[in-house]
């Protein structure tokens, strides 16, 4: 089935910047989209980006477009969410997940996904 572990997550000042790592293992996922989540206290998680299983297209939400970039490195199993411009509204634990194969990142939208992660936690203080 493979295993998806989120790290790079911590503390950061409002427009800071940090960059999380979603390395997959057991398996691997170079066919699939693959993207972020989040889900901030007392709210339901929301999509933030995902990228093409070449990495070629991306697509993000409204809230991070401009501020946030994705990408992933094949070779390493590994997708990366670089964060700019953080603000206090992005603090929340950070999940990554796998698209369907072949499919386009915006898909990842509307997906359903069977299991989640740890997360990392980004804290912004403002």
């Known amino acids: 089935q493979g295993q998806l572990v989120e790290s790079g997550g911590g503390l950061v000042q409002a427009g800071g910047s940090l960059r999380l790592s979603c390395a997959a293992s057991?398996?691997?996922?170079?066919?699939?989209?693959m993207g972020w989540f989040r889900q901030a206290p007392g709210k339901e998680r929301e999509f933030v980006a995902a990228?093409?299983?070449?990495?070629?297209?991306?697509y993000y939400a409204d809230s991070v477009k401009g501020r946030f970039t994705i990408s992933r490195d094949n070779d390493k199993n590994t997708v990366y969410l670089q964060m700019n411009s953080l603000k206090s509204e992005d603090t929340a634990v950070y999940y990554c997940?796998?698209?369907?194969?072949?499919?386009?990142?915006?898909?990842?939208?509307?997906?359903?996904?069977?299991?989640w992660g740890q997360g990392t936690q980004v804290t912004v203080s403002s």
């Open positions: 057991g398996r691997t996922f170079n066919s699939y989209p």
């Open positions: 990228v093409s299983w070449s990495g070629a297209g991306t």
């Open positions: 997940n796998v698209g369907r194969r072949f499919a386009t990142p915006a898909t990842m939208t509307q997906s359903k996904y069977d299991s």
